[in-house]
């Protein structure tokens, strides 16, 4: 229960807006569950201090604490083992090395197949993204069009519909095909207007300020 406190409160940090709040309830929080032994929760801490520093542009501590929190799951929680993976991988990528974030990607890829029915399809989606963006920086037009067949069908995230459409765009201005570019501009259009959703406000505020207390 607690590790899935902690992961919505982390989202909730971010939707309201109040980012130092969120690095000190961590840190506090970290240092609260490695001393107690629950290293579910600890992790989960490591992961979420990983996206502030991300979101700082602090790419060394960040990448320090999704491997902290990777080591924790990889034995403990294939799904969440998943995310630390594929957010290495993207990590790997925004610094430039491509090769460390296709191996990761492929890491994360392995690792879904082989946990299949035990962690979401999004866990895959995220290494398809990254394999195919690299395919399309490299000007791979074959490997490119591969791996946009594979369709996002069975995803919460709105996101990577709208990452796979623009990759679509790209792949078609490749091409020279100013048409196919034209409708996938209009299919990401559309996903942004028919998945719109107001960021939390007041209500957040409260929402995050009652989950607090129960963790």
């Not at 979420?48 to 520093?53: K, T």
């Amino acid at each position: 229960i607690k590790v899935l406190l902690l992961n919505n409160i982390r989202g909730l940090f971010s939707y309201v807006g109040r980012a130092p709040e969120r690095y000190d309830f961590y840190q506090r929080k970290l240092q609260e569950y490695v001393q107690s032994g629950n290293l579910p929760a600890a992790g989960v801490c490591y992961h979420s201090l990983g996206g502030y520093y991300y979101a700082r542009a602090e790419f060394d501590k960040a990448m320090y604490m999704y491997w902290r929190a990777m080591d924790i799951f990889e034995s403990l929680a294939p799904a969440m083992y998943a995310d630390e993976v594929n957010a290495i991988a993207q990590l790997y990528y925004d610094l430039g090395n491509a090769e460390r974030s296709l191996e990761f990607a492929k890491k994360g890829s392995e690792h879904y197949l082989r946990n299949k029915g035990r962690i979401p399809e999004d866990a895959f989606y995220v290494s398809e993204l990254l394999f195919a963006r690299v395919a399309l920086d490299r000007k791979d037009l074959t490997a490119a069009s591969r791996l946009l067949q594979i369709r996002f069908t069975d995803t919460q995230y709105v996101a990577y519909m709208l990452q796979r459409a623009l990759q679509e765009v790209e792949l078609a201005l490749l091409h020279n095909d100013a048409a196919r570019a034209e409708k996938g501009v209009l299919k990401a259009m559309e996903l942004e207007q028919r998945f719109e959703v107001p960021f939390y406000s007041n209500a957040g505020v409260v929402e995050t300020d009652y989950w607090l207390g129960k963790v």
